[in-house]
C-alpha cells in the first residue's frame, strides 16, 4: 500500500505555513543493508516554527533525525531514497560537523553531557565550531544562562552530579552556544517530571520566540509536545500516517484516543486501546 493512501492530514493548512528551513523528502532508511525502518518519510519545518514528529517507542523518530544530521554511518544506517535539505541545499552527502556549521544541530536521546566536565565545560564545548572570538562566546553564555537560571546555579557543579533536568537543559545550552538555525530535540521529557518536562518546553518556547530558533522536537509525550509546537507529524512503522496543524491533532479523536490516552472524557491506557481498530481506521 502506497504511503498516500495510508496518510491522513488534519486541520485547514495542507503544510506549516512560511517559507521552510528543512524539507524531508519522501526518504527511506535502511539498518545493516536489510532493515527497512523509514519506508517515505516527508515532512517540513518552517522557519522559526517548532514542529512536533510524534509517535510511540520505536515508530523511527530517532532515525529521522540521524538521517537528517548525518548520524546514521555510525549505526551502519542509511538514506536509500529521497532527500533532505536545509535552506534549500541537499545536504546528506555533508558531515555531521558541517551541517552544525550551517546552524542545524542535534540534541540527542538522553541528553549525552560530558559528566566529568563541568555545567560551564559542558556549555563551551558547544561553540567549538565558532570563530567569532571570546568576548561573543562569552555574551552568548551570559544568554544561555538568562534562559536557564538553573545553569547558571549550577556552572561550576561537574554535570554528572546534576539532576535530569539540569542536564537536559545543558545538553540544549549547549545546542545554543553553536549558535543554531535549527534544533533537532530528541525526546527532551524522557525521564523527567511533568513540572521539569513543562519548564524545559516553556524555554524552548521561548528561545523559538526570542532566538528565532526553528525547531524540530521528536517525542513521545504527544500532549506535551502538542502544547508546544504548531504543526505536527504522527510516525508509526517508519511512515507518517497523519499530520496537521498542532490544534487540530490534538482534538483529533485517533489521536486524544491512541496517543493522549482520553476518549469520550475517561482516561484509557495504552494498552487498552484497539490496535487493529488504529490501524484500520488510518488505512481506510
Ligand atoms: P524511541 O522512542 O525508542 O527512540 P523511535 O521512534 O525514535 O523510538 P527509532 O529509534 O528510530 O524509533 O527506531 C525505529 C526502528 O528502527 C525500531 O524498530 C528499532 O528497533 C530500529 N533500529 C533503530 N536503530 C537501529 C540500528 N542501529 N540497527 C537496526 N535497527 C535499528
Redesign the pocket.
Known amino acids: 500500500m502506497s504511503v498516500a493512501e495510508t496518510h491522513q492530514h488534519v486541520g485547514s493548512a495542507p503544510v506549516p505555513a512560511g517559507e521552510t528551513i528543512l524539507s524531508v523528502n519522501n526518504i527511506e532508511v535502511i ?2 543493508h536489510v ?1 527497512l ?1 523509514l519506508k517515505g518519510v516527508s515532512l517540513q519545518v518552517p522557519r522559526g516554527g517548532i514542529v512536533a514528529l510524534l ?1 510511540a ?8 533525525l540521524k538521517a537528517i544530521s548525518n548520524l546514521l554511518h555510525a ?3 542509511e538514506v536509500t531514497k529521497g532527500s533532505i535539505e536545509f535552506e534549500s541545499d541537499k545536504v546528506q552527502s555533508l558531515s555531521p560537523n558541517e551541517l552544525v556549521r550551517r546552524g542545524c544541530i542535534q540534541v540527542m ?1 538522553g541528553r549525552h553531557c560530558f559528566g566529568h566536565l563541568t555545567i560551564e565545560e559542558n556549555l563551551l564545548t558547544g561553540a567549538f565550531t565558532r570563530k567569532d572570538g571570546r568576548a561573543a562566546i562569552r555574551a552568548d553564555m551570559e544568554m544561555v544562562y538568562g534562559y536557564f537560571p538553573r545553569l547558571k546555579e549550577r556552572r561550576n557543579s561537574l554535570a554528572g552530579y546534576t539532576s535530569g533536568g539540569e542536564q537536559q537543559m545543558c545538553a540544549v545550552g549547549r545546542a545554543m552556544m553553536a549558535k543554531p538555525k535549527m534544533i533537532l530535540l530528541d ?1 527532551p521529557s524522557m525521564g523527567l517530571a511533568p513540572q521539569i518536562v513543562e519548564e524545559i518546553f516553556g524555554i524552548v518556547k521561548s528561545l523559538n520566540e526570542k532566538e528565532g530558533v526553528s525547531f524540530l522536537l ?1 517525542e ?1 509525550n504527544t500532549n506535551m509536545a502538542l502544547k508546544y509546537a504548531r504543526y505536527g507529524y504522527i ?1 508509526e512503522n ?1 511512515r507518517v500516517v497523519m499530520d496537521g496543524e498542532a490544534r487540530a491533532l490534538a482534538e483529533n479523536e485517533d489521536v486524544k484516543e491512541f496517543y493522549l490516552g482520553v476518549s469520550g472524557g475517561k482516561r484509557k491506557s495504552f494498552r487498552e486501546g484497539k490496535h487493529y481498530r488504529r490501524r484500520k481506521r488510518w488505512l481506510a
Open positions: 539498518y545493516d532493515i525502518v509517535g517507542n520505536g515508530a523511527g523518530k530517532t532515525t529521522t549505526e551502519r544506517g536521546e525526546e521528536a513521545q510516525l517508519g
